[in-house]
Structure formats: C-alpha cells, structure tokens
C-alpha cells in the first residue's frame, strides 16, 4: 500500500475538562428524517446549517462535542487552518449557539463553529479489520458489526483519493480519517479538544488519544507546502 500514516480523530470531550458541549441541536434548514420499514432504525439530522445549545465548562473548545448527533463541529480557525494548508476537501455548514447553559461563559465571546461533512473517500476494508457484518439490512443499509480482533480500520488497497480529511460514507460515515498534516496543523497551531488515534489501532479508548498539542509544540516551522488537493466530490444523502 503506501506508506502514509493516517489518524481517526474528531473531539475528545469525554477526556479534557473545562470545555462546554452541544448536547443539543436545533435545526435552521431542512430535516432528514427516516425509519426503515424493514429494521425500524431510525436517522434524524439537520442537512444544512444548524444552531446548538451548549451546556458546561468554563471554555470553548476548537472541536466541540455534539451529544444529539455525532457531527463533527470545529471552530472558525481550524477551518482556516485547513485552508491556508490547501485542505479544501470538506463542505461547512454555519453552526450557531443558540443557547448558553453555562454560567461561566455567558459573557464569553461565542466561536463561529462550522459543521464539517468531509468530502474525501476511503473504503475501510472489514475482513482485513477484523470486522465480521453480523447484520445488514438490505434497505437501509444498517448495519450491525462483530468485532473479531481488530482495533482499529484497515482500508481496501488504492481506495484512498488522497484527501487529508477522509472517510468511507458507506460503512461508517460519522467516522472521520486524516493524514499527519491534519494532526499537525492542530499541533503547531495548539487547536483545542482535538483527539486522534493511529487509524489502524490500537484504539486508546481508556485515554486521551495522542498527545499531539505535546507533540507538536515546538517544531513550529514556517515552511508551507502548497498541495493540490485531490477531492472526489461525490456527495449523497448523508446515513
Ligand atoms: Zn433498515
């Protein structure tokens, strides 16, 4: 394969402190909503823009917890981050707080948050995972999977476009991947509440991930590459 280094990530709420948290979400455009007739589960999401009600801590963080929904919210200057470093393979949508629940921050100037839908693709490979699909349902897709050795996703060969933000919108889209550059760019600029674990394992589940804000910090360096990002935009009903 090659011999890139790739990352799950998303927020680490459950392991820092002082940071508030989206425990609920209030929608400002169109609801998807469905119940499969076959398996009865159900998705219910905003698709576009959204506001959120934020309850605890005493900070806001660079990526912020989501209680209602697993969407992954980072702040305006992370976006920008990805940016500046020519990672554009993702679509934002505005996320408002709507709603502050926590003493300490009411007079604390809110973030603009975005939602994050990342638009580059991989194809996590379940035998080579050790993921056994115990059961699928054959209209939605739902599935229930048997873990049988691994801790972490192994990709189908080739089947990465090369996007530094990616995932596999089939099988597990609320999970989001990433190359180093990602991990880094957090590092250097010490973003916020950021958890990431080596994509192939072993999942740290009883800590807090990779240490990357220790990691990072001093090897700030100027040196900016321009990659053209490859993106596959390929955009479908999100679930
Ligand atoms: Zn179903």
């Given at each position: 394969m090659n011999n890139?280094?790739?990352?799950?990530?998303?927020?680490?709420?459950?392991?820092?402190?002082?940071?508030?948290?989206?425990?609920?979400?209030?929608?400002?455009?169109?609801?998807?909503e469905s119940r499969c007739k076959k398996c009865g589960s159900v998705a219910k999401y905003p698709i576009g823009d959204f506001d959120v009600i934020v309850e605890g801590g005493v900070k806001y963080p660079d990526v912020l917890g989501c209680g209602a929904y697993p969407f992954l919210i980072v702040s305006e200057v992370v976006v920008n981050d990805w940016f500046d470093a020519g990672?554009?393979?993702?679509?934002?949508?505005?996320?408002?707080?709507?709603?502050?629940k926590s003493k300490k921050l009411v007079d604390v100037p809110k973030p603009n948050y975005y939602s994050i839908e990342i638009e580059g693709r991989c194809k996590i490979d379940l035998d080579a995972s050790g993921l056994k699909i115990k059961r699928k349902?054959?209209?939605?897709?739902?599935?229930?999977?048997?873990?049988?050795?691994?801790?972490?996703?192994?990709?189908?060969?080739?089947?990465?476009?090369?996007?530094?933000?990616?995932r596999d919108i089939d099988l597990y889209p609320r999970v989001s991947l990433c190359t180093e550059k990602v991990m880094k760019l957090a590092g250097e600029n010490q973003r916020t509440n950021f958890r990431f674990e080596p994509m192939e394992g072993p999942r740290e589940s009883f800590s807090k991930g990779i240490d990357y804000l220790k990691l990072y910090k001093k090897r700030k360096s100027k040196s900016k590459q321009k990659t053209n990002q490859k993106c596959i935009i390929n955009r479908r009903s999100i679930g």
């Open positions: 890139k280094k790739f990352y799950r990530f998303g927020d680490n709420s459950h392991y820092t402190r002082g940071y508030t948290w989206a425990y609920s979400i209030i929608s400002r455009s169109e609801v998807y990672i554009t393979c993702f679509t934002k949508y505005n996320v408002g707080v709507a709603e502050v349902c054959g209209v939605c897709g739902n599935m229930t999977t048997k873990l049988l050795t691994s801790d972490g996703f192994k990709m189908v060969p080739n089947s990465w476009d090369g996007s530094d933000l990616f």
